[in-house]
C-alpha cells in the first residue's frame, strides 16, 4: 500500500500521523489516568503503528508513471478485511449481549462487561464499524467505475479509511471504561465526535472531487445516495453532538440539549442515521451491484427519481414517531406519524424498482447464491420499511414502543437489508478487485446464505413473539379492572424467547465467519482472472465534461 | 418535463448537493425549531428543583453505566402506564436533563417515578444481587458501586458546564458542591446542613448505602433514583391522574 504513494505523499502521509500522534501524546497529558488519558495513548499507538507501516516502505520505488491509468483499489481491499472484522466483532457483541438477558450471570461480575457497556460496543460495531467500512469501500469502488476516473486523492482515500476506523476504535473501548453520552446510536464522547467531523469532511470532498473528475456526464444514481449518506449525516452527527466538555483533561460532556429538546434531536438524530446511514447509503450498494450481478439495467430510471428525492425529503421528517404518547408536542408527533406512512412510497418504490430490475433473470436468482443475498435483502428492505410506517402509526405504537417488537424490527432492516446486501456486494466485489475467476467456494457462498437467512428469520420471529406478548401483558386488565401482570409476569414470560432470539444470533454469526474464510481463500487460491480490459479509468485525465 | 431539468440536475455534482440539503433540512426545521420558542413546549413548574451534586453525580453513573438501554425514564399517556408508573410524564421534569433520559426500550420497568417506592435498603440490596431480591430478574449487578469512592473533586466543574449550558445553579451551590456531595450521603458530618440551605428543605439527606463514613458511587447512584420523580409535584397538579403525591419511603 505504501509502494503505490510517491515520495512526496510517503512524507505526507508520515507528517499526517506524526500530527495524529501528538494530538493522542496532548489527550494522554491532559487526560492523566482517567479515560482521556488511555485514549491518548491508544490514539498514539494507532498513529505509530500507521507510522512504522510508512516507514517500513519510505524507500521503496516510486510507483510507475502509468498510476492514473489505473483505478485506486488498495483502500478498497483494506476496507474489506476492515468491515469484515467489525462484522465478526459486532456480531460476536450482539450475540454475547443476547446471551446475557437470557443469563445473566455472563456479565461475569465486572464493570466492563455488563449489558449496559456492552450493548453500545454491539451497536457501535455493527452500525459503523461494520456498515461505515461496507460504505466507505464500496462508495471508493462505485464513484471510481460510474466516474470512470480514479479517486481524486492518494494519501486522502487511507486518511478517511483509517481515521474512521480510529473513530470507531475510540468509541468502542471508551464504552468498556464507562465513557458514553448514552445518547443512542451517538454515545462516542465529545473528542472522538469532533475527529469523525474531519474525517467525514475529508471523505466530502474527496467524493465530490472523484466526481467532478468523471467522464460521463451524468451522475449515476448509486452516487446519488452515497452522497446523500455523506452529507446528511454530516449534519445529523453536528447538531445532535453539540455538547461541552466538563474540561479539556476530561472524557464526559453535557449537551447542548436538554429534555424535551434533547428527545426530539436525538431521535431526528436517531432516526435518519438509520435513513442515511442504513438505507441511502445500502440503497446506493444496490443501485450499484444488484445491476451488475444480475446483468440487467436498472427497471426504471423515473421510480429512482421518485424514490432518491422521496426517502430525502420524508425521512427527515419521521423522527418523531419514536416520541409518540410522550411529553413532545402532540403536533409533533402527528407530522412524524403523517410522514412515516407517505415514506412508504419511496421506500416501495425502491425495492420495487430492485425487485423489476431481476426480471428475466430470476433463474440467476435461483443459481447464484451471491444474486440471492442482494435480491432477499431488497425484499427485506420492502418489508421492514412497510413495518416501520406500519409501527409509526400512533395506536400500533402504543403496542410496539418499549418491547422487543422494535429490537425485531431493527434487525430485520439491520441483518435482513443492510447486512445481506453487504455480504452480497462484497461476494461481486472481491474477485473483481482481486481479480480472481469466481469466490473460492460457491458452497461456502450458498452455506452463508442460508445460516444468514435462517438466523435472521429466527431473531425475528423471536422477537414479533416477545414483543407483542410483552405490549399485550403490560396492557391486560382483569375484569375487576385491575392491571392482570406485574411487568416481573411479563419478564418471566420473555425468557424462552431470549434464548431463541440468541440462537438466531449465533446462525447469522457463523454465516459471517464462514464468509471470512471464503473470502480469505479467494485472496489465497482462487484461480487467477486476466483484469478485464475495460476495468480502468477512461484516458484523458480529468479534462472537463462537456457541461462542467 | 421532471425528468428533463433532473437530467440536468445529474449533471453538476454542486448543484445536486444543494439540492440534497434543501429537501433534508424542512423537516427538521419545521419540526425541531418551533420547540424552543413555542411557550406550551415546557410546562411551568416553579417548585421545580435542581439535582444536587450527588445527585447530579448519581445520574452520570447511570449515563454511564447505559441504564438507559433497559430502563425507561417516561411514562406515556396511556391508562395502564399511568395506572402502573403513576402520573405521565411532563416535558417541564426533564428541563434538566442532559442528556434526556427518556430510553427506548423496557427490558426492566419504567424508573420515571421509582424515587421513593422502595428502600434504600432494597435498592442497594437490589444492585449488589438483584437476583437475591428478585428471583427471575435478568438485570446485571452492579457489585463494585458500594467499594468503589465517589470522585467528588470535579463536581464544581460538572456544575459549571451546566450552568454554562442555562442551568440556575448558584455559585455557592459549584463552589461547595463537593462537600455538599460529601454532606449529603453523611447526615452526621459538618457539611450536612449546608445541603438543605442551598437546595431546599425537601433534598434527602442520609447514608444512602447505609454506610456513613464515606461517600460511594452506591450513595450516588441511589440518591439519584430517590430523587426521580420528586424534582417538582407538577405531575400530580396538572395531568388526568393529579393527586397527592405519595409518601416516599427512605
Redesign the interface.
Known amino acids: 500500500m505504501v509502494a503505490a504513494l510517491t515520495s512526496a505523499e510517503r512524507q505526507s502521509a508520515a507528517v499526517i500521523l506524526l500530527v495524529v500522534a501528538l494530538a493522542g501524546l496532548a489527550m494522554a497529558i491532559l487526560g492523566g489516568t482517567g479515560p482521556l488519558g488511555v485514549h491518548g495513548v491508544l490514539v498514539m499507538l494507532f498513529a505509530g503503528a500507521l507510522v512504522a507501516v510508512v516507514f517500513a516502505g519510505f524507500y521503496a520505488p516510486e510507483p510507475t508513471e502509468d498510476r492514473p491509468t489505473r483505478y485506486y483499489d488498495d483502500p478498497i481491499k483494506v476496507g474489506i478485511a476492515l468491515t469484515m472484522a467489525w462484522a465478526v466483532f459486532g456480531l460476536f457483541m450482539g450475540l454475547w449481549v443476547a446471551a446475557q438477558l437470557a443469563w445473566p450471570s455472563l456479565a461475569f461480575d465486572a464493570a466492563w462487561s455488563g449489558f449496559g457497556r456492552l450493548r453500545p460496543t454491539h451497536t457501535t460495531g455493527v452500525i459503523f464499524g461494520f456498515g461505515g467500512n461496507a460504505l466507505i469501500a464500496t462508495s471508493f469502488h462505485v464513484v471510481q467505475r460510474t466516474a470512470r476516473a480514479r479517486l481524486a486523492g492518494q494519501v486522502s482515500p487511507w486518511f478517511v479509511l483509517f481515521g474512521y476506523n480510529l473513530f470507531c476504535l475510540l468509541a468502542v473501548s471508551g464504552y468498556l471504561m464507562g465513557v458514553t453520552q448514552s445518547k443512542e446510536y451517538a454515545e462516542a464522547e465529545w473528542y472522538a465526535d469532533i475527529w469523525l467531523v474531519v474525517v467525514w469532511v475529508t471523505y466530502f470532498v474527496l467524493y465530490l472531487r472523484t466526481l467532478a473528475r468523471r467522464r460521463e456526464p451524468h451522475i449515476y444514481v448509486a452516487n446519488w445516495y452515497y452522497l446523500a449518506f455523506i452529507l446528511v449525516v454530516a449534519v445529523l452527527h453536528v447538531v445532535n453532538n453539540i455538547a461541552i466538555p466538563v474540561s479539556l483533561a476530561h472524557a464526559k460532556s453535557y449537551t447542548v440539549w436538554a429534555g424535551v429538546q434533547d428527545a426530539m434531536v436525538q431521535w431526528w438524530y436517531g432516526h435518519n442515521a438509520v435513513a442515511f446511514f442504513l438505507t441511502a447509503g445500502f440503497l446506493g450498494m444496490l443501485y450499484y451491484y444488484l445491476p451488475i450481478r444480475a446483468q440487467r439495467p436498472i427497471f426504471s430510471y423515473r421510480l429512482s427519481i421518485l424514490s432518491f428525492w422521496g426517502i430525502t425529503f420524508f425521512y427527515m421528517w419521521a423522527g418523531s414517531h419514536h416520541l409518540h404518547y410522550t411529553a413532545l408536542p402532540h403536533w409533533v408527533q402527528t407530522l412524524g406519524m403523517t410522514f412515516s406512512v407517505m415514506l412508504l412510497v419511496p421506500s416501495w418504490a425502491s425495492a420495487g424498482n430492485a425487485l423489476l430490475t431481476l426480471n428475466g433473470a430470476w433463474h440467476r436468482v435461483r443459481d447464484d447464491a451471491t444474486l440471492r443475498f442482494i435480491t432477499v435483502a431488497a425484499v427485506f428492505y420492502g418489508l421492514s420499511t412497510f413495518e416501520g410506517s406500519f409501527m409509526a402509526i400512533r395506536p400500533v405504537n402504543a403496542l410496539s414502543h418499549y418491547t422487543d417488537w422494535t429490537v425485531g424490527h431493527v434487525h430485520a432492516g439491520a441483518l435482513g437489508w443492510v447486512a445481506l446486501i453487504t455480504f452480497g456486494s462484497i461476494y461481486t466485489l472481491v474477485p473483481a478487485l482481486w481479480q480472481r475467476q469466481r469466490m473460492y467456494s460457491a458452497a461456502l457462498v450458498e452455506l452463508h446464505f442460508w445460516l444468514a437467512l435462517a438466523g435472521v428469520l429466527v431473531y425475528v420471529f423471536a422477537m414479533w413473539n416477545s414483543g407483542i406478548v410483552q405490549g399485550l401483558m403490560w396492557r391486560t386488565y382483569t375484569e375487576e379492572g385491575t392491571l392482570a401482570y406485574s411487568f416481573l409476569d411479563s419478564l418471566v414470560a420473555m425468557y424462552p424467547y431470549y434464548i431463541a432470539r440468541a440462537f438466531g444470533g449465533l446462525l447469522f454469526l457463523l454465516g459471517a465467519l464462514v464468509g471470512c474464510y471464503n473470502i480469505w481463500m479467494t485472496v489465497r487460491a482462487a484461480p487467477h482472472a486476466a483484469g478485464r480490459a475495460a476495468d480502468a479509468p477512461q484516458p484523458g485525465g480529468a479534462a472537463a465534461v462537456a457541461g462542467e | 418535463m ?2 428533463f431539468f ?2 440536468k440536475l ?5 448543484g ?2 444543494l439540492a ?2 434543501a ?6 426545521i ?3 425549531a418551533p ?2 420558542t ?1 411557550d ?3 410546562e411551568e413548574a416553579p417548585d421545580m428543583r435542581l439535582y444536587t451534586p450527588l445527585e447530579l453525580a448519581g445520574r ?1 453513573i ?9 430502563h ?1 425514564q ?1 411514562i ?3 391508562r ?2 399511568v ?2 408508573y403513576g402520573p ?23 424508573l420515571a417515578r421509582i424515587g421513593g417506592k422502595y428502600s434504600d435498603f432494597w435498592h442497594v440490596a437490589h444492585l449488589i444481587d ?2 437475591a431480591v ?1 428471583p ?9 458501586l458500594a467499594r468503589t469512592t465517589l470522585d467528588t473533586a ?1 463536581l464544581p ?2 456544575l459549571r ?2 450552568r ?3 442551568v440556575p445553579y448558584t455559585e455557592a451551590m459549584i463552589e461547595n458542591a463537593a462537600r455538599d456531595a460529601y454532606g449529603q450521603a453523611t447526615p452526621d458530618s459538618a457539611f450536612a446542613d449546608g445541603v438543605a440551605e442551598r437546595y431546599g428543605a425537601a433534598t434527602q439527606v442520609r447514608a444512602f448505602d447505609g454506610v456513613a463514613t464515606e461517600v460511594t458511587e452506591m450513595d450516588a447512584l441511589v440518591a439519584y433514583l430517590q430523587v426521580l420523580g420528586r424534582l417538582t409535584d407538577a405531575a400530580y397538579r396538572d395531568t388526568a391522574a393529579a393527586g397527592e403525591p405519595p409518601e416516599p419511603v427512605e
Not at chain 2, 23 to 28: E, H, I, M, T
Not at chain 2, 88 to 110: C, F, I, N
Open positions: 421532471a425528468e433532473h437530467r445529474e449533471r453538476t455534482a454542486i445536486f448537493v440534497i440539503i429537501a433534508a433540512s424542512v423537516g427538521g419545521v419540526e425541531i420547540l424552543f413555542i406550551e413546549t415546557v452520570n447511570y449515563v454511564r453505566e447505559g441504564c438507559y438501554a433497559c425507561s417516561m406515556r399517556t396511556l395502564d402506564e395506572e402502573r405521565y410524564s411532563l416535558a417541564v421534569e426533564s428541563q434538566y436533563d442532559r442528556p434526556m433520559l427518556w430510553g427506548s426500550k423496557r427490558t426492566g420497568p419504567d438483584p437476583r428478585v427471575q430478574s435478568n438485570m446485571p449487578a452492579y457489585r463494585w470535579d466543574l460538572h458546564a451546566q454554562r449550558l442555562g
